[in-house]
């Protein structure tokens, strides 16, 4: 069964950066497509970044672009997402998934993701 885990929310300060991770068990991670999404409290969730298993292209939404960045080390079956010069709209519950179609290029629609991981809290305050 494919699973996805998150990892690296915290409370960070506006200005500050945080590290996620997205890990995979029971799957090698760098056959899948994998974007990151995220959802604050009475919003939709919405597509943050992602990178194509195929040729590891990237796609990142306006607003996070040129502050996150997305990697994946498959040697460690793992993704990631940098996240600098946090802002207080960056707050939300975020999430890693998994397109279901080996090798596809990636999109920032959940509707491309079939697996998904149980999200994890970044709240940037003072």
């Known amino acids: 069964q494919l699973q996805l885990v998150e990892s690296g929310g915290d409370l960070v300060q506006p200005g500050g950066s945080l590290r996620l991770s997205c890990a995979a068990n029971?799957?090698?991670?760098?056959?899948?497509?994998i974007g990151w999404f995220r959802q604050a409290p009475g919003k939709e969730r919405d597509g943050v970044s992602c990178?194509?298993?195929?040729?590891?292209?990237?796609n990142y939404a306006d607003s996070v672009k040129g502050r996150f960045t997305i990697s994946r080390d498959d040697a460690k079956n793992t993704v990631y997402l940098q996240m600098n010069s946090l802002k207080p709209e960056d707050s939300a519950v975020y999430y890693c998934?998994?397109?279901?179609?080996?090798?596809?290029?990636?999109?920032?629609?959940?509707?491309?993701?079939?697996?998904w991981g149980q999200g994890t809290q970044v709240t940037v305050s003072s």
């Open positions: 029971g799957f090698t991670l760098d056959y899948y497509t």
């Open positions: 998934a998994a397109d279901g179609i080996l090798f596809r290029l990636c999109v920032l629609g959940i509707y491309a993701y079939d697996y």
């Open positions: 990178i194509s298993s195929s040729n590891g292209s990237t």
